[in-house]
């Protein structure tokens, strides 16, 4: 059960988004997983004031785009691409609280769907420690990217102020059906 070859090959599509230039092959227990050329992924789903702890893309990219995969392509079921997800962290050697605070939160993405009372214990069990954990530095990090957007909204607005120019400013295009 690993990947074939090494990392994956993919080109940037914009800021959130990448696409997979190279098939990307999985063995997983019973199945193989080809994820195909053209396929579009954003890496891991991390919120932007967790990224400090969780990095869109790290060890764990290839297993991030294969649950990308096997979620829109639903080659099986939520649970089971949650599951494989969670597999592959544990191959990549992610750490224990990492793996499954990973694998918890893409739990609680898919809103548990399949899961079993084992399966909403443990992301319960998981899920709590991490919330209480995360709470403070979560907040501040939020509270910092406001104010740090607020700075950017002031200096564009200054920036729009002082780009004056002597030519007349563009007509608006009237455009018709």
């Known amino acids: ?26 063995h997983g227990a019973a199945e193989e997983f080809v994820i195909p050329a053209g396929f579009r992924t954003d890496f891991a789903s991390v919120p932007r004031a967790l990224v400090w702890l969780v990095p869109r893309y790290g060890i764990y990219t290839r297993a991030a785009i294969l649950h990308d995969y096997l979620r829109s392509s639903h080659a099986v079921s939520t649970a089971d691409a949650d599951g494989i997800f969670r597999r592959c962290l544990r191959e990549f050697r992610v750490s224990i609280p990492r793996r499954y605070m990973m694998w918890a939160a893409v739990r609680l993405g898919s809103q548990l769907r399949g899961a079993n009372l084992g399966d909403i214990a443990l992301v319960v069990l998981i899920a709590t420690p991490s919330l209480v954990f995360l709470a403070i530095p979560v907040t501040v990090v939020t509270v910092f990217l406001l104010l740090f957007w607020l700075v950017e909204l002031v200096f564009w607005g200054f920036g729009r102020l002082a780009r004056r120019t002597a030519a007349p400013p563009p007509k608006p295009q009237m455009k018709t059906a």
Do not use: K
Request: charged residues 20%.
């Open 1 to 26: 059960m690993a990947f074939v070859g090494s990392g994956p090959v993919v080109e940037e599509l914009d800021a959130q988004f990448w696409r997979v230039v190279e098939p990307l092959v999985y």
